[in-house]
């Protein structure tokens, strides 16, 4: 009984973890922030030195978290470009506070299975079939806003929304 419903508040905590919402939906919380909103954009290139990705952390300028994926993206590009922003939130705060640029190389099997997110495909699928649309910094480009848990919470205080 107990593992059943371990299991079941499992499964309802990650379904909801990351749902896309519409852009016209997205303004910013105040006070104590659920989740943190990362948008996603596809780009014909990226800067020198990227794989499949590039995540960029940008204090000041809105959207303050970008993941860059190339047209070819997949599913598991994806999904390592999000667990690279948890990472980055987790050891810098939840909201940036330095202009950051990060490059991870791809996932080699020797470091262990890697756990999926069973939400990767239909956000990637989304992605792929938005509507371009104007991103500070970034240009013209196909665009989903998601949102995912905070990570920076209870370690050595937390990190204000800048809003």
Known sequence: MTRALTLTLLAAVLATA?????????????????????????????????????VERRPGVEPYDVIRLLPDATVEDLADAIRTIMF????????????????????????????????VPRVLDDL????????????????????LPPQWAGRRGARADPS
């Open 18 to 54: 990351v749902l896309p919402e519409p852009l016209s939906s997205q303004t910013p919380q105040r006070g104590r922030t659920r989740r943190i909103p990362v948008m996603l954009v596809i780009t014909e290139t990226l800067p020198p030195g990227g794989g499949a990705f590039v």
């Open 88 to 119: 980055a939130r987790r050891a810098a705060g939840d909201w940036p506070v330095e202009r950051q640029t990060l490059r991870v190389q791809p996932w080699q099997p020797s470091h262990g299975a890697r756990q999926p997110y069973p939400w």
């Open 128 to 147: 792929k079939r938005a509507p371009e649309q104007d991103v500070a910094g970034i240009g013209r480009v196909k665009a989903v806003r998601i949102y």
